[in-house]
């Protein structure tokens, strides 16, 4: 019998419905896939509110012991005060394992009405970095001492233009953290016959940091596949499988909605990557149906890629699908192809049959809306 622990987190907000939903449709698929051969094995860990009211803690030492020694976990989603209050948990747990590159695939679902004319054009996967940029957490307010030090030093050690009145947030980026992260988007494009890497940065502006991102980006790909990736620039010359690119983020903005078939592989730093992956998503018909994995070398964390959303909680109207479509992604890197397929084609049938969740009902015209719960149940039925 093949068997595989997953750790998991319920999650706030909406977390323990869309958890509700989403883990029958997870382990009904592994059932209809392998019969009582292969079994997912869950064990929760507390973070959060749950954790917050159950031990006194939003994320214990006993859940970061087991994560730090875990290979396979999934999360929904966990509150973050904005301007205020502790750091994000998500930031928190991405630099305390080193789970450095978020892997977000973005591709359209047939019956969505999407805000673009052509989104069946939209089959990328980001790879956004995950450790570094300005999530780094190295920011200081207004006014504060630590604010006034630094721009002091700024100022007379630097001859650095900075009002002394200014927040100060700082970004460093690393030749070691952009080469492995570009490394494993290669990697995947190779494994998975995709055609093109685009590196994402705005190094028009900031030479050093995402201009420097793009050339280490450059240099990993010469280092270590140059018999499989070759330039734009040979392209016409050359006939290896995995064409480099690069684009500067705000001219990426306008390709990705102009020319989304010229794109396949994104890799990109921390904070484009995360605006980028949500427009990704919005173009294909939003959030609630956008799967994603934070990775270390050792540690996959599948996560619902959406917040909490605080308004609709507890109201069975989420759509569970970012996190169910997770788990797809989580039996894909096992091996479980049938079962992550199986997934897949009850996604796909629901829309069809225009029986969805509320954000989707909104997107389907015709379409009939069904809670939460349901929209599990129809899934499960579907598989
Ligand atoms: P959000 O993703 O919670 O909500 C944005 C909009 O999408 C809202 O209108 C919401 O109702 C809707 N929405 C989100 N998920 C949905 C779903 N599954 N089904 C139907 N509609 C859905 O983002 P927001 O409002 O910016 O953040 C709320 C909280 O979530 C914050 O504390 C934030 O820090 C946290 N957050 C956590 C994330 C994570 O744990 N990975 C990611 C993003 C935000």
């Known amino acids: 019998m093949a068997q595989k622990t997953v750790y ?12 509700g939903a989403a883990r029958p449709v997870i382990d009904g ?3 209809k896939a392998y019969g009582k051969s292969n079994k997912l094995v869950w064990e929760e860990l507390l973070a959060g509110q749950k954790a ?9 030492q006993a859940t970061m012991d087991v994560l730090a020694g875990a290979e396979l976990a999934m999360k929904g989603p966990l509150g973050t ?6 750091r994000s948990l998500n930031v928190t747990m991405r630099q305390a394992f080193d789970l450095y590159a978020c892997i977000r695939p973005i591709r359209y679902f047939d019956g969505i009405e999407s805000p673009v004319k052509h989104p069946e054009k939209v089959d990328m996967v980001v790879f956004r970095e995950n450790t570094e940029d300005v999530y780094a957490g190295i920011e200081y307010a207004s006014g504060t001492p630590e604010a006034k030090r630094l721009i002091d030093f700024l100022r ?8 002394a009145a200014a927040g100060i947030g700082i970004k460093p980026m690393t030749e070691r953290a ?5 490394e494993k988007a290669i990697r995947y494009a190779l494994d998975q ?4 890497v685009t590196l994402v940065h705005k190094g028009n502006i900031m030479k050093f940091t995402e201009g420097a991102f793009m050339n280490w980006g450059y240099e990993v790909a010469r ?18 499988p995995v064409v480099i690119k690069d684009r500067i983020a705000d001219a990426m903005f306008q390709a990705v909605l102009q020319a989304p078939q010229d794109y396949d592989i994104i890799a990109t730093t921390n904070l484009n990557g995360d605006y980028i992956s949500d427009a990704l998503a919005a173009q294909v018909g939003g959030l609630g149906l956008a799967p994603g994995v934070n990775k270390s070398d050792t540690l996959s964390l599948y996560e619902a890629t959406h917040g909490t959303a605080p308004t609709i909680a507890g109201r069975d109207k989420a759509n569970p699908g970012s996190l169910i479509l997770s788990g797809a992604m989580l039996l894909e890197d096992i091996g479980w192809h049938e079962a992550a397929d199986s997934i897949r084609g009850a996604v796909n049938k629901a829309i069809a049959a225009k029986r969805v969740t509320v954000d989707l009902a909104m997107q389907i015209s015709g379409a009939e809306t069904v809670g939460c719960k349901e929209f599990g149940e129809i899934l499960l039925a579907n598989l």
Do not use: H, N
């Open 8 to 19: 998991f987190i319920e999650g706030d907000g909406i977390g323990p419905e869309v958890w």
């Open 29 to 31: 698929a592994v059932q």
């Open 52 to 60: 917050f009211k159950e031990v006194g803690e939003y994320l214990p």
């Open 81 to 86: 005060p904005v301007g205020k209050g502790f």
């Open 156 to 163: 007379s050690e630097l001859k650095a233009d900075v009002d």
């Open 178 to 182: 952009s080469k492995r992260l570009v």
């Open 193 to 196: 016959k995709r055609s093109s």
């Open 223 to 240: 280092e270590k596949f140059a018999d499989e990736v070759m330039t734009e620039a040979e392209l016409e010359t050359g006939a290896k």
